[in-house]
């Protein structure tokens, strides 16, 4: 393997120029980071359509939502690395760079708020009842009201509304 000459152009705070571009793109979907307490997901600006709208995912969960920055991470890395006989010559730690990046929007508190309740029993979850992305519009199927829900209304008159 012949030795590379790296030059200043590619040093950023540091950084190699492929490093400063897959954290630049994971900044990018962070930017417009929103949190639905309702529904208990974040949206992130995962990247674009085929007509350059903006695409905006949902994430359910602190693992689903670090996997899917890392995988964003990874496709800006390696567009951008040095490869030598068809293997990259730096690999990536996406997974420790994307925790970095979110460990100060506080992602991770938010879901651990989300968490359900460990005591007690749940009659719905907010997630069953909202459409996505519908805010403050709730949705609910009343055609079967089983006798439970009854009886449990009947003791808690004040759940009802």
Known sequence: MAEEEISEDEFDDGEM??????????????????????RGVVYVMAGEDHDFNRVEEEFESYDEMVHRLAEIYDEEWYANVSFDGGAAVFGSDSHGAVGDMLSDKGV?????RMRAPK????LADSK??????????????????????????????????
């Open 108 to 112: 991770e508190d938010f879901f651990e």
């Open 119 to 122: 005591e007690g029993e749940e």
């Open 128 to 161: 069953d009842l909202i459409i996505p992305t519908g805010g403050l519009i709730v949705e609910t199927d009343l055609e079967e009201i089983n006798d439970e829900l009854v009886k449990y209304l009947a003791k808690h008159p004040e759940m009802m509304h």
């Open 17 to 38: 120029h492929w490093e400063t571009k897959a954290r630049d793109r994971v900044s990018k979907a962070l930017k417009h980071i929103r949190f639905d307490e309702v």
